[in-house]
């Protein structure tokens, strides 16, 4: 069967083939970019009838929509990542990880924000001294039992 | 000298007898949450007014005001940090770095956001199904040179 | 003010002159072992109330209960344990880790088992071949978000 | 001859196309579903019987018999996982390593909870506020020896 | 399609065969020798006119010119080089780099050298007492923001 | 004796009680910017006469000099360095260092350049696009020994 | 109170004044040398008659009996050992592990040799061509659990 | 030619195929059942008269018996073992370390006991409360020389 | 083309066959031991004359010359080296680094002994206690700069 | 009582006040300058009537004797070391271990160099071209048992 990686490779193809973007992919299904994106770099299972709708905008083999469907093992192999665009977050992450925690805390009490029951966008924001990113993380506010 | 390590203690101290949130805190020195908090912790370099200010408005000892302003050297001891409401962002890094690499990059091209020229927002919105925590993060798009 | 170690030590001091067991100090305050025992160990924070019940039952001064009510940051200084008490918990998870994930995702559907809304509970059950420990985990159900 | 990995592959195959769930191949062999499901991902060694039989239900090569009974060296890659399932349970051994311990040692005296003779359960507990999972370990209590 | 690698494995094919140096295939393409060899390496991208140009000269089949202009993902493998001539420039960030924090900042104030808006030159500088290498790094100065 | 550590404080007490830069403490001496620098902070070992001069110049007690003189040991605790500023320095070497390693070899021949007969100047230019920061190093190159 | 670490100190201070071998002490206290060692070095715990008696024996403070009678947390701070007389153990354990797994589980099956239910003796064993050391493990043979 | 690892595959082949154990391979070419095991899989060189015979014994191609009498590369890849059956043999030297230097310090003087000029044996010892494994460590006490 | 890896596995299957040492290999080419082996094994680079003529001793295919004259990377894949012969040397380092920094620096000044214009040779001395391996480094001494 | 740490750091004292070389130092006791100076960091065991005339000698309290003739536990505390002037013995270790390796087992057979029966000198060569570094090196040929 196909690999979550087999099929990472041949959307890329099918990608650059055609002249996508990850945007017309994603409105192609109805779902956001980050999600799309991130199922097809192997790291989100798509709903299964998101998946056919994927695997037939793309004209990928049939087959690759179950490997889309399944629930992966996420596994990154840098405790520390080296790609400059990637590693600015891990900085922002060791910079303001403390922050994080005193605001979430100080707003909600005793918790964490979910990484599970979370989205995300990513936007360009044009302007006039250079464009920006913006970044924008919601996750579920999660509090810490008592028992 | 009081080092930064020193005035985060007691910024702490005061903060807890005084039954202060970072939120006033910020208030106090018209300056946003996130960045007030994290000059507190030391990983950030309060404008000396500012920091003048802060040391007024929690009764510290003046000299405080001058390691507030001074530049930190930004240290973090673990590449992969233990506390659950740090990791969960560590994660996020670790799942979606690759994700927000092809966003920004298909956004804006071949470059990076920065976390200098950076800012970020923590809020917490309430939910019915359970309040939800928001981080806005923006930085400055980056175009890699080429000579 | 003490810290969450200063409250540990005078915990096991007290718990030592008084000869007091874990299991009686949690019932004192009227809450499980292992949750008395980590919040003691500084890993957890107690509810006001029942840290200053602490505080009266074990004679402790009265700003530990300030302590025991913090919001602790959960650090570990080893990424692999090394006392055998320990590892053998450490080594459950590497050998039944990637068991685990597939029991919980084919029971549940593509999501974890949270380690914050949790409790556990360490229990003794004699047996005649050699006494038996018992560990109950119990942890809510997170999906995966799709968006 | 057919390695561990080689038959977990076929297992997975298998299970796919006929889907099959893990309780379903544990049933059919008359074993508990996470000592099947660890067999099958190499992690342990099936009674030879046992081996035979799931080779017979499974429709499997009749070597791949010898490998599921075959001992095996148990190898994981990282010292930290990174998947979020399993990474929780990681998270609960830092948070409660030395809880588990004290209590551990002070339910039976010096020693630990085995993790050879060792089982373990994995459980879907339906409840309003969101269902939960619930493990339960026992592991046969080992004293240290004093000689 | 051909990946960065199978680019770079190419260029050096040809390199070889034809006896060229970097600097007189940076010449070709009008660019500088660190930019063009770095790009050639996997670690930049050409643009796709200049991409095309190298191609031409060097006789590469034509989908290298695609995959020199693809934004490279920049990764490298050891935390710490090992060969020598590399290993000392690591050397020389560890010995002087608190050094040239200071020196950014005293004379810019709280901020960085860029990475990423960023030029590079190597030389030989002919020395009776032996020749020596200059490198010229340039990068624009970043400062911190505050908000 | 004062250690190494013990002069980078008083050194740092003194430049910040008079208001002095690195650039007017160097100047003083009559020594480079970045040497000065490096030499304050325990990484390089000033000439006596340099010493005994800093000595004077910033009031420091005498034997400072004796310290300041002395061969130090170069030590660094992070493999990979977390402050940005210095981070970035890291990642060039990471993103150039086999293109460094491709050009001296090419302009010089099976060697490297010298960290120890090196020297190394960090300067300021002013740009309407945006002040720079430009970095030279130079060091000797040194051919490898076939024997 | 005492800790491990300080008993263990004031140990290796009476031991060498008085000018004691390991051998006599562990004698004295009709133990073994290895197990009365250990539990001097703080990796063990002596069953409290025996805490007492050492105590005697060396005319340690009372309280030293309660400490040596606790139940140690076992660390080590490197994962490899740098002491040459130690390393070699490791080695050994590197060079032989596998070996040592084959025959533990060809002579009595799929299961391990304990290290809790465990004794070690450590003998010099003269000889001619140079003397010998003599090292005896003795572990509990433990199975497998299937389930 | 036919590398370590390969012969390693065929022996266990021929051993799973003739139901033959490590104890009758090491029989048949009079050698040790450690040492034969340890050069079987790699570890150690055979004499080249032991491994022709080891050759006809398991029916082994020719060339096999110059691959067993090389002098072997002792590689393992990781500094901690995870099977457990390893893992509590490294578990030993990390508890038992500064035990085993003080014991062999203390009966030969300043030194070691050798790894190179070393046997071992395994065995498994019937018990009625359980079998025992034991495992016989034999070294040369190699003195540190002072020059 | 031939790799570098590619040539050292031709040497070392040619080197067999014939039954040559590496004494007779580097004297064939009048070249050292230490040198010829090493650029046999991918670490240094023959002049181009040596590499013919090695070519040609040995019959390897003519593109191996080629190989053999390229600069090296010289990576080795473990920060600390497992196989006992080769760790002892990493041993001696561990052991003595400090006294050869005390050594080289009293006798020539602030400064490092070059691994780069060095040289080594490898002896079999035979001793009636014992044959010894005698070791004989020589590298340039280089001076740190003050600029 | 004293440590080694302790009797380092009086022996630098007095080194320094003194104006001692290390060569003096080693030959007031009549031992080579490598052995003593070592002894005097702390990695070797001085004799004790060595211990006694270097107390003497350079007029350290009495019981310094006795530390400096107790059996050191060598520890270093980095696997990679920094100082460039130690850096480059580890890197010849990295680039020369299987040279070394190689040519040690082709001139004496399957074994290793001892790091234990072993000693090492260093010396100053001048040379019109630059003064050179010469380390000698002489361990025992150690030959592995086969059992």
New interface residues.
Partial sequence: ?LSKKDVTDLVY?RK?QAGL???SIAEGIG?????T??AC?G?????RD?ADLLVTNLGLPQEAA?TLAE?P????D???????????????????????????????G???????????E????P?P???????????????????
């Fill in positions: 069967m193809e650059r973007s990850w945007a779902m956001s970019e980050v999600f994106t991130s770099l790291m989100n299972a798509l709903p998101k179950v629930y093992t996420k596994v990154w840098r405790s520390v990542p080296t790609d400059p665009c990637i590693y600015r977050f891990y900085e922002i992450v060791g910079v303001y990880g403390d922050t994080l925690k005193e605001l979430v805390q100080e707003k909600c005793n918790g964490i924000m979910s990484a599970i029951d979370f989205h995300m990513v936007e360009k924001v302007n001294k250079g464009d920006r990113i913006e970044v924008r993380m919601s996750g579920k506010y999660l509090a810490y039992n008592a028992w």
